[in-house]
């Protein structure tokens, strides 16, 4: 059984556009990626996913269940947002007892263990804290239940790098622990670094599904030449080659092809430097995006 | 029952507010009793020569006015007025302080149905206001009995404070069906203030008299304190439908809200 | 003037629900009054009963002194409940359009646009003022169309209109009160009902002050005490000295606005 599965998910809001047919499964264990550019419908989904908005047609389940019906599956999903508000007048500590009581289970060390991962002060009242310290109370809100399915979204906005950092080393321990990890984002590297597999989503069609070594491997490659003298326009002129920017002695592309094709083409010129490299996730993203997909 | 005491927790402040309010009403008005009681005569004679419709826009019973019943009927539309206004702003900002101060995506992720959260949310509302009718049933049987001039029927003087709870029952439904019909509201004050008070007017001016189809519209004239008075009863057409509106405004809320979509904060 | 006009169109359609809530209530108050009318001729007329009635009872039920078989004398007693729409609106706009910002969170988006602050603060008055003078005009002139297709007495034109100025004042309070409660509580969110908390302590001190002489001391507390309903419906208009010293509350709240929101830390 597959711990997430999207089927032909489409959500209308009235005239304006929502998702059209998403459809995605994600197993036990994994790290899924969930990318697109704002506005493009990752939102919408993981809202529908978690029964907070109802679909216009399709299905999403959680282990199974749909988390409107059974909303008692939602007791094994951790579910951090975007942006993080809650109530009023109460301090950390009351916020995540509070949250504690929905689940069948003492989560006392372990908000205190978390706590002290994210370096969070429990006796402070929730409306004192910025809006870094507001996302670790959702963090910790999110995690202290030992979820079987976290599902984060952009999760890292507004804390500082020394934090992301500890914020994914919990994650990739708690994924080791055997959690599944759903996690949208709009910034790559983190994507990147984290994630087996990718969906990748634009005005609300997933375009692309892919093992996150496939999506980077495949066929391409960063290439950036340095010519003696001005290099020819006309090398480049071939097929599978993208991202041209060329400028005097200098070039840098992206490739996809037989890669014997283009060296045989390179071994013409004279050249004082050449690196090719996987090209990051950004370029492929960049590339998705840019042109028609 | 952790999100029913989480809910009566947030509420404490604002429940001891209304509940001495709702005191402090009955206080002031009830020290004068004496004073009128003094003039009981001369008033009820006086009062013999008004016409009918006058009688009922005061809701001035003739025949009981100077007694601590008829005199309390008076007084304790002011209490029910406040007390609907309590019971509406109840009902409107339980279901939408939820969106309106964003803790949406908190609650509606946790393993709670909708249903028990509109459940837990309407008895610790519920349980708001029985507090207050309670203490201040209190309140005013202390106040009454210091005040009084003559004995009275602790029976009756229950049965118009009872009305207080029925009022406040209606207003609290129809707050909190009103309320998931709205997105997002932005404040809750102005709509329940307008709803309560334009019932009051209404009762006050419109429903006078014999006039019996317009005292349907404002729930204030659905209980008639002279009526309660001398028959020791409630009118049942009006009882029966103050309980329709009830009854139907909560299985419309349970029903809406369990099919509203929860949007992204904006 | 971009920040007034901004201000007008959020509370535009408030405004004409509160229009049309305030004709209604004049509209159904007036009508009512065929009935007190036609009533009287059935019995010995009314002013020979207040007259004899204790003025405790009188003031319960607010018409101490008006003589009620009179359209102008029943004005007064109506204008009671009018005076008190009008109020809840002012004392609720003038809370909520200085407490907006921080309740919708977008404090940071205006402040960081270059205006003072006190233009801020300029503007939304500005644009309260605009809907209280709306709301005034709309009871003036659902008065003046009502009123004769149920009175036959004589012209009480010069009455309404002194009503409607000293309803105009009382606006100005509370609208000025409701603004300075804004800008000074820590949560502004919360500023709505303390003023109609402060406005109903009032209403109900304007009920109970003239039971008894003891008492009248507290009606410098409610604005509602501030005019005499009597007396302007008896045609004597509006006493100046309590019109300038109402003003200059006014003035005092709406200085107080200024100095707090300047001063105030924003929730952001």
């Known amino acids: 059984m597959s711990v997430i599965e999207i089927k032909n998910l489409t959500k209308n809001y009235g005239k304006a556009r929502g998702i059209i047919d998403v459809s995605l499964t994600v197993e036990q264990g994994e790290i899924f990626g969930f990318i697109g550019p704002n506005g493009a419908g990752k939102s919408t989904t993981i809202r529908t996913l978690l029964g907070l908005i109802y679909p216009t047609s399709g299905s999403a389940r959680i282990f199974g269940k749909c988390c409107t019906t059974n909303p008692e599956v939602r007791e094994d999903v951790g579910y951090l947002p975007s942006e993080v508000f809650y109530y009023d007048g109460m301090r950390v500590i009351d916020l995540l007892r509070y949250s504690a009581s929905f689940y069948k289970k003492d989560c006392t060390k372990r908000i205190n263990e978390l706590a002290e991962i994210m370096d969070l002060d429990l006796k402070k009242r929730i409306d004192d804290l910025s809006f870094g310290n507001k996302k670790k109370v959702g963090i910790v809100q999110g995690l202290i239940h030992e979820p079987r399915l976290i599902i984060l979204d952009e999760p890292t906005a507004g804390l500082d790098p020394l934090m992301q950092q500890r914020f994914f080393e919990l994650i990739a321990s708690e994924n080791k622990k055997g959690a599944t990890v759903f996690l949208s984002s709009h910034i790559l590297r983190e994507v990147q670094k984290m994630c087996e597999r990718v969906a990748l989503i634009k005005d609300g069609r997933i375009i692309k599904l892919e093992k996150m070594s496939e999506l980077q491997g495949n066929n391409f490659k960063r290439i950036k030449v340095e010519g003696q003298s001005d290099l020819d326009k006309t090398i480049f002129d071939m097929p599978g080659v993208s991202k041209l920017e060329n400028g005097g002695k200098t070039a840098s592309f992206l490739y996809r092809g037989d890669i014997n094709n283009i060296i045989r083409k390179l071994a013409q010129t004279e050249l004082s430097n050449l690196s090719i490299d996987e090209p990051d996730l950004e370029e492929i993203f960049m590339h998705y995006y840019s042109k028609d997909g | ?266 | 003037m971009n920040m007034v006009l901004r201000e007008l169109k959020a509370s535009s359609r408030a405004l004409i629900i509160w229009s049309v809530s305030m004709f209604l209530c004049v509209l159904t108050g007036t009508i009512k009054f065929t009935a007190y009318t036609t009533a009287t001729s059935t019995g010995p007329s009314i002013n020979e009963l207040l007259k004899t009635m204790p003025t405790s009872i009188k003031a319960l039920f607010g018409f101490a002194s008006f003589d009620m078989a009179t359209m102008a004398g029943y004005l007064a007693l109506l204008f009671i409940y009018v005076e008190l729409v009008a109020a809840i609106h002012a004392a609720l706009l003038g809370a909520g359009i200085i407490a907006k910002e921080e309740s919708d969170k977008t404090t940071e988006y205006l402040m960081t646009k270059p205006v003072s602050r006190a233009a801020i603060v300029t503007s939304k008055l500005v644009a309260a003022l605009l809907n209280v003078v709306v709301i005034n005009v709309v009871t003036l002139v659902s008065f003046l169309v009502v009123i004769p297709l149920y009175s036959k007495g004589n012209d009480i034109s010069g009455e309404v209109l002194m009503l409607t100025l000293s309803m105009f004042v009382v606006q100005l309070i509370f609208l000025s009160l409701g603004a300075v409660l804004a800008a000074w509580m820590r949560h502004p969110r919360t500023s709505g009902s303390v003023a109609t908390g402060v406005l109903f302590t009032a209403y109900f001190v304007a009920r109970i002050t003239d039971m008894s002489d003891k008492l009248r001391f507290l009606n410098v507390i409610s604005p509602f005490k501030y005019f005499d309903l009597g007396r302007m419906v008896a045609g004597n208009g509006l006493n100046t000295g309590i019109v300038l010293l109402s003003l200059a509350l006014v003035a005092a709240f709406t200085a107080l606005t200024y100095v707090f929101y300047q001063k105030r830390d924003l929730n952001i």
Not at chain 2, 36 to 50: C, E, N, R
Not at chain 2, 59 to 79: C, E, K, N, P
């Open chain 2, 1 to 266: 029952m952790n999100m029913y005491l989480h809910e009566l927790k947030s509420m404490r402040k604002s429940t001891i507010m209304w509940t001495c309010s709702m005191i402090a009403i009955a206080l002031v008005y009830l020290s004068l009793y004496p004073a009128i009681f003094s003039d009981g005569a001369h008033f009820k004679d006086m009062l013999a020569g008004y016409p009918a419709s006058i009688r009922a826009v005061l809701g001035v019973t003739l025949d009981s006015v100077t007694t601590l019943l008829g005199f309390y009927s008076m007084i304790i539309a002011f209490v029910v007025l406040c007390g609907g206004i309590q019971a509406m702003n109840l009902g409107m900002s339980m279901l939408s302080k939820e969106t309106r101060e964003r803790t949406a995506d908190f609650l509606l992720v946790k393993p709670v149905s909708r249903a028990a959260v509109v459940t837990a949310k309407i008895l610790a509302g519920l349980t708001v206001f029985l507090i207050t009718d309670v203490v201040y049933y209190a309140g005013a049987s202390v106040i009454a009995s210091i005040v009084k001039q003559s004995s009275y029927s602790g029976g009756l003087f229950f049965m118009i404070n009872l009305t207080l709870f029925f009022v406040q029952l209606i207003f609290f439904a129809i707050g909190a069906v009103v309320s998931v019909f709205f997105d997002r509201l932005r404040s809750v004050l102005p709509v329940s203030l307008g709803t309560v008070f334009g019932c009051y007017i209404i009762g006050a001016l419109v429903a006078a008299g014999k006039d019996d189809w317009a005292r349907f519209i404002s729930p204030f004239r659905y209980f008639d304190y002279s009526y309660i008075i001398q028959n020791s009863r409630y009118e049942t057409p009006y009882l029966a439908t103050g309980a329709v509106i009830v009854i139907v405004s909560v299985v419309t809320c349970y029903f809406v809200y369990a099919r509203k979509d929860i949007h992204a904060v904006s």
